[in-house]
């Protein structure tokens, strides 16, 4: 069974910020391409660093009963389990997804639950990209060399984007290059433009040195012309 690491993409957030389903909760979903045992090594990963946080993996959706993912279990029970937490989730195609929350003990209402760690289990040597999409709130996808999504987690709080997690290394059992939350939507290429303030703008007009007259100037010009007595800053646009 392959090495896998618990990279943190986001926190658990309220409904309305984190997208669709129950506030809270997480969604992870690992290709139908990979076998069960590899599915288990990636929970493992994941269970175990939220066992030193003292936080268990409970599986949420109906017929679950919160079914607690146990990392030293045996084997075959891992796969039993993971398999009816699979199939208790509504089908999505090339994908075994997985509801469940993260509270520390074992009662998913539990105020824990709330801005709990999300993660996504990765081979060593990947990385994850990091988005939003309006119904899956903040996640993470992995690929694999082909570039096929072979894993994510999702419902993180939209709040949060922006903020920086370490990422820790199995091997070395140290920290590598931070990974950025992104503040954008899935399907951008980049973020969006962001339109300078009149202040900013302001001030780059101030810097043009062919500029025939200065902004002060042209706002005493544009009162002198109106014939009202008040300085207009709208004479500032005519220099931005």
């Known amino acids: 069974m ?16 984190m997208g669709a389903g129950t506030g809270h909760h997480i969604d992870s979903k690992y290709s139908a391409s990979l076998t069960w045992e590899d599915v ?8 175990n660093l939220y066992g030193q946080q003292g936080r268990n993996i409970v599986f949420s959706n109906q017929g679950m009963d919160y079914a607690v993912y146990n990392p030293k279990a045996e084997l075959a029970a891992k796969v039993a389990l993971l398999q009816k937490a699979a199939g208790a989730h509504a089908p999505r ?5 997985f509801d469940y929350f993260a509270p520390k003990g074992t009662d998913v209402w539990d105020k824990s639950a709330e801005g709990a760690p999300i993660y996504l289990a990765v081979q060593d040597g990947r990385t994850p990209a990091i988005s939003q999409s309006p119904d899956y709130g903040v996640y993470g996808a992995v690929t694999d060399q082909e570039g096929n999504v072979i894993g994510k987690s999702g419902h993180g709080d939209t709040r949060a984007a922006g903020q920086t997690y370490e990422m820790p290394d ?3 059992n140290e920290t590598s290059a ?13 973020k969006k433009k962001q339109t300078p303030n009149l202040t900013n703008q302001l ?16 706002m005493m010009d544009s009162m002198l012309a109106s014939g009202s007595g ?3 800053p709208s004479a500032l646009y005519n220099f931005l």
């Open 40 to 47: 288990v090594g990636r929970f493992d990963s994941k269970a």
């Open 2 to 17: 392959s090495n896998y690491r618990p990279v943190q993409i986001g926190v658990t957030g309220p409904k309305g910020s």
């Open 178 to 190: 931070p990974l950025t939350v992104n503040n954008y939507y899935s399907g951008e290429g980049k």
């Open 93 to 97: 195609k090339g994908f075994r997804s």
């Open 203 to 218: 001030f780059a007009s101030l810097m043009q040195q062919n500029q025939k007259k200065d902004p002060l100037t042209a």
């Open 230 to 232: 008040k300085l207009d």
């Open 170 to 172: 199995i091997a070395t």
